[in-house]
């Protein structure tokens, strides 16, 4: 069956990186689109981005554009999300998914915080 | 950007209620929006999609109509473990992949 394992999630301070994982199994991982999605403390789900099945086409939310970049090795059946100048608000659950929302991992906590 | 807006933000109904949960779109967007459940410290579960279709597995208390810019979400009636948050999600006019706010089904 299909499996999405988020790693690399963790306890950052401001202005700092982290880089998160998604490997997946149980299904053809190049031939899907796959989206990251977050969730704040307390508050709603926020759809982060998404990388195209042969990571050709990338998008991201206003609120992470030239910050975070998204990625993918599909040699590795991996998905990334490459968090840069963290803040305050960055802090969160963040999901990994496939391109129809139909499959998601458990999500990896990001904490952003001095 | 296209936003979802669903009513009522939470609810609360008893185990055997019908209840019902709608979105509205800002701008048209046809049939493209799904329906999800998330309990507590899990991730979003997909109940429907394409507005009316049933995701394999899903109880078929679950039901989804609408088009173009009003939709809802129906459960037929209340389970126990029904009780969560539900959202509604476009992917007509993409990116972004817009999420309602939620709706929390509470116990009475």
């Known amino acids: 069956q299909v499996q999405l394992v988020e790693s690399g999630g963790g306890v950052v301070q401001p202005g700092g990186s982290l880089r998160l994982s998604c490997a997946a199994s149980g299904f053809t991982f190049h031939n899907y689109g796959m989206h990251w999605v977050r969730q704040a403390p307390g508050k709603g789900l926020e759809w982060v981005a998404f990388v195209r099945y042969n990571g050709s086409h990338k998008y991201y939310a206003d609120s992470v554009k030239g910050q975070f970049i998204i990625s993918r090795d599909n040699s590795k059946n991996t998905l990334y999300l490459q968090m840069n100048s963290l803040r305050a608000e960055d802090t969160a659950v963040y999901y990994c998914a496939n391109d129809r929302l139909g499959d998601w991992g458990h999500g990896t906590q990001v904490t952003v915080s001095s | 950007d296209l936003q979802l807006t669903q009513s009522p933000s939470s609810l609360s109904a008893s185990v055997g209620d019908r209840v019902t949960i709608t979105c509205r779109a800002s701008q048209s967007i046809s049939s493209y929006l799904n329906w999800f459940q998330q309990k507590p410290g899990k991730a979003p579960k997909l109940l429907i999609y394409?507005?009316?279709s049933l995701q394999s597995g899903v109880p078929s208390r679950f039901s989804g109509s609408g088009s173009g810019t009003d939709f809802t979400l129906t459960i037929s009636s209340l389970q126990p473990e029904d009780f969560a948050t539900y959202y509604c999600?476009?992917?007509?006019?993409?990116?972004?992949?817009?999420f309602g706010q939620g709706t929390k089904v509470e116990i009475k």
């Open positions: 999600q476009q992917s007509y006019i993409t990116p972004p992949w817009t």
């Open positions: 394409a507005a009316s």
